[in-house]
């Protein structure tokens, strides 16, 4: 041990000795990450001095932030943390397990000085933990293939503009909320509203090649009804399911996060385009704050760290459409208390390219999806629609709000028929217009189905709001048609 540790500080010694500031190192002597990552890990040793809550103090250790250190034990083997921040000589490190059997002076090794993940085809059809590690109880697969868990970043002005509609296979989003390929779009709702149902339906309706599944910080009942109700064998033959459940330390929870996102990415550099379903983000930024207040930043709105608000667009600005391929995400964001203005549901309603709100009263009539059409939107439906849609759309989000507005009056019977046109054709469609916006879990219904629904319905609708013509007018002489514009009659000779 100790022939290791002096082993090891001679080899940091050395690496720091020679090493120089990047613009005195000649081409032939650059060091490429992997080979600086080995030299830096040659010597990087500490110990650790203190636990506040699920924070561990390690000192003589200047391990950079993000890198992974493993922490031995007497009992049950080393643990690995990750560096979340410093506090004057000391790292703050977070462990991604149990803590248990840790004690002052245990030693800590960096193992890495960045995540990356393993990746391959191999992981369709499986079930991975924050680490991606199968969980699933079957064998590892070969996995060939690195990515880096906080992905490389894609430049704004290479991404190519979302020009073509895809169809979640639900009606209600795609007639009326329509996504295209690469958009990001939030499902927002309090608990117990159907976001997972949604998300599932979604997640095995969708067009994609492959599909991403992260289930962060749910309970861990929920994630088997998930992968066993929700998306099915067939569903998940075509999907990875990448799991941190509640109980699990909120390192691994934010991870979770990333290294679905990391997937996704991998997918879609390698030309297939991806759905990338994330339930829940609030949970996301919920171990975020966890791991920001252990880290010593001050809290904000409602506890939450600045940190919180920054990594959410960084976050969702890794899915997206690329020149090789598309990541198109649906997040589910939990509304706390129904609160619309809740910091999170907030900030995500910014970030995203639409939001689908789903309301606690439908729910409760049993309407499903409890997808509240006013109060969503997606803000690419309009680019992605041909003007008969448009103005079908129109008619029907004009009849729901006429609906709405009017709802008391008519159901305490102050409605009179007659007396506005669009109203009463409100009032007469309302049945119909419902049962276009219900959808049991296991109907799926294409796109191309959806249109033809659309326009049909608002067809009727029209024609219900149209002036009629009043009866006692005779119907206008017909003119005779000018001699010009008569059509010429080619003679056969
Ligand atoms: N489309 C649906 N059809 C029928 N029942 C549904 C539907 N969506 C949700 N539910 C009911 O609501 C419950 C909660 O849904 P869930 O998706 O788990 O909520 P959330 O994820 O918003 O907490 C489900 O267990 C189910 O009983
Ligand atoms: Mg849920």
């Known amino acids: 041990m100790i022939a290791r540790n002096v082993a090891d500080l001679a080899a940091h010694a050395v690496f720091f000795a020679t090493f120089k500031p990047c613009d005195e190192i000649q081409p032939s002597m650059t060091l490429?990450?992997?080979?600086?990552?080995?030299?830096?890990?040659?010597?990087l040793t500490g110990s650790v001095v203190q636990t506040t809550g699920l924070t561990v103090a390690v000192a003589g250790m200047p391990a950079p932030v993000g890198a992974v250190v493993g922490i031995s034990r007497q009992a049950g083997g080393e643990i690995e943390a990750e560096v979340i921040g410093f506090r004057d000589d000391r790292v703050l490190?977070?462990?991604?397990?149990?803590?248990?059997?840790?004690?002052r002076g245990s030693p800590v090794r960096l193992i890495r000085t960045s995540r990356r993940l393993r990746v391959g085809a191999g992981l369709l059809g499986r079930v991975v933990d924050a680490r991606g590690r199968c969980i699933d109880g079957r064998p590892?697969?070969?996995l060939a293939d690195r990515a880096p868990l906080h992905g490389v970043g894609v430049a704004a002005t290479t991404r190519p503009r979302i020009d073509a509609a895809l169809g979640t296979g639900?009606?209600?989003?795609?007639?009326?909320?329509?996504?295209?390929r690469g958009q990001r779009l939030g499902l927002f709702a309090g608990s117990g509203v159907g976001k997972s149902v949604l998300m599932g339906m979604m997640a095995r309706f969708t067009q994609a090649d492959v599909r991403v599944i992260a289930l962060i910080g749910e309970r861990g009942r929920e994630v088997n009804d998930f992968i066993e109700r929700d998306l099915g064998?067939?569903?998940l033959a075509r999907s990875v399911v990448v799991v941190a459940t509640s109980n699990e330390p909120a390192i691994?929870?934010?991870?979770?996060?990333?290294?679905a996102t990391a997937i996704a990415e991998y997918f879609r550099d390698a030309g297939k385009d991806v759905l990338l379903v994330m339930d829940s983000v609030t949970r996301f930024a919920l171990a975020q704050r966890e791991i920001g207040l252990a880290a010593g930043e001050p809290p904000t709105t409602r506890g939450f760290p600045p940190s919180t608000f920054a990594l959410l667009p960084r976050l969702v600005e890794r899915a997206g459409r690329t020149a090789r391929g598309s990541i198109t995400a649906f997040y589910s964001v939990l509304v706390e208390g129904d609160d619309e203005n809740e910091p999170i549901a907030d900030a995500m309603r910014g970030l995203l390219d639409g939001h689908v709100w789903l309301s606690r009263r439908l729910a409760e009539r049993g309407h499903y999806p409890a997808i509240d059409v006013l109060r969503s939107i997606s803000r690419l439906a309009n680019d992605l629609s041909t003007t008969e849609e448009k103005a079908a759309r129109q008619t029907l989000r004009e009849?729901?709000?006429?609906?709405?507005?009017n709802e008391e009056l008519i159901n305490i019977g102050a409605y009179r028929k007659g007396a506005n046109r669009t109203l009463d054709c409100a009032v007469d469609m309302r049945e119909e217009i419902t049962r276009f916006l219900r959808q049991s879990v296991d109907e799926r219904i294409s796109i191309e189905d959806v249109r033809r629904e659309l326009l049909a319905l608002a067809t009727k609708c029209n024609a219900r709001m149209?002036?009629?013509a009043p009866a006692a007018t005779p119907p206008p002489p017909q003119a005779p048609v000018p001699a010009a514009k008569r059509p010429t009659v080619i003679k056969k000779t």
Do not use: F, K, N, W
Not at 170 to 180: E, H, N, P, Q, Y
């Open 252 to 259: 691994s929870r934010v991870q979770a996060a990333y290294a």
């Open 233 to 235: 064998p067939e569903g």
């Open 466 to 468: 149209a002036p009629v």
């Open 399 to 405: 009849l729901l709000a006429i609906y709405a507005e």
């Open 93 to 103: 490190v977070m462990p991604l397990g149990d803590v248990d059997g840790v004690r």
């Open 32 to 43: 490429s990450a992997a080979q600086l990552d080995r030299a830096i890990l040659a010597g």
């Open 170 to 180: 639900v009606r209600s989003i795609d007639a009326l909320l329509t996504c295209g």
């Open 140 to 142: 590892h697969p070969m």
